[in-house]
Each structure stands twice: as structure tokens, then as C-alpha cells.
């Protein structure tokens, strides 16, 4: 769900993809309602590695503390 949300609107390219490349293109032109823009359509990515990280993170603790328990 979070790529979907990511990513829409997917035509004629998926929204972030466009928003990344004016950024990587030097940023020329955007105004403060492409940055928020970037930000919504990011916030699913960094949410989703976010959440990922963690629960990696808890399992090895838990591996750890089964191990040594």
C-alpha cells in the first residue's frame, strides 16, 4: 500500500519519479506546494523503511536475547 500511495498518480510517470528528477535537476522553478508535494508523496517510502528498520532491528534483539537466554 505504501509504494501504490508513493507513486500515484502513475501516468504518464508515477508522480515521486517526476518530483525527484526536478529535485535532481536542480530544484529550478519549485515553490513551496511541489516541496509539500514531494513530502506527501514520500511520506509512504520513508514510512514503509521506517517500519522495516524497526521490525529488523527488534528481531535481531530478540534473537540476541534468545540466544544468550
Known sequence: MS???GMAPFVPEPHIVGKLRWVA???VGMGPMD???L???GA????LLFTAATLLVHRDR???ESAAG
Not at 509512504?44 to 514510512?47: A, G, K, N, R, S
Open 3 to 5: 509504494l501504490t500511495l
Open 25 to 27: 535537476g536542480g530544484a
Open 44 to 47: 509512504p517510502w520513508v514510512w
Open 62 to 64: 530478540a534473537t540476541d
Open 39 to 41: 513530502a506527501l508523496h
Open 35 to 37: 516541496w509539500f508535494d
